[in-house]
Nanobody, 113 residues
Framework: VQLQASGGGLVQTGGSLRLSCATSGSKFRITAMGWHRQPPGKQRELVATIADGTTNYADSVRGRFTISRDNAKNTVYLQTSSLKPEDTAVYYC?????????WGQGTLVTVSS
């Protein structure tokens, strides 16, 4: 399974970005998708997941970020808003097929103060 993330960039505090992640090559149904991020010098952390319409968010982004999925396109989105400098990170998308988690290459989001 290949994942291609896009939509990152430079944005000012309070701004918004929409991240996209398209998947291809899956042989079985992708049961869950998600977004993780890795801030500079820090460990990777979970941002949001979506599975069968159920969503979960990290406390730090709840109310500001929205994850959604287009099943027909096997694409997952992360709509971000009210961005803060601490949201600066490389954002990675993930896809769960059977028991294997696949990772995308990451897209950089930089929030300037």
């Amino acid at each position: 399974v290949q994942l291609q993330a896009s939509g990152g960039g430079l944005v000012q505090t309070g701004g918004s970005l929409r991240l996209s992640c398209a998947t291809s090559g899956s042989k079985f149904r992708i049961t869950a998708m998600g977004w993780h991020r890795q801030p500079p010098g820090k460990q990777r952390e979970l941002v949001a997941t979506i599975a069968d319409g159920t969503t979960n968010y990290a406390d730090s982004v709840r109310g500001r970020f929205t994850i959604s999925r287009d099943n027909a396109k096997n694409t997952v989105y992360l709509q971000t808003s009210s961005l803060k400098p601490e949201d600066t990170a490389v954002y990675y998308c993930t896809a769960l097929e059977l028991t294997h988690v696949y990772w995308g290459q990451g897209t950089l989001v930089t929030v300037s103060s």
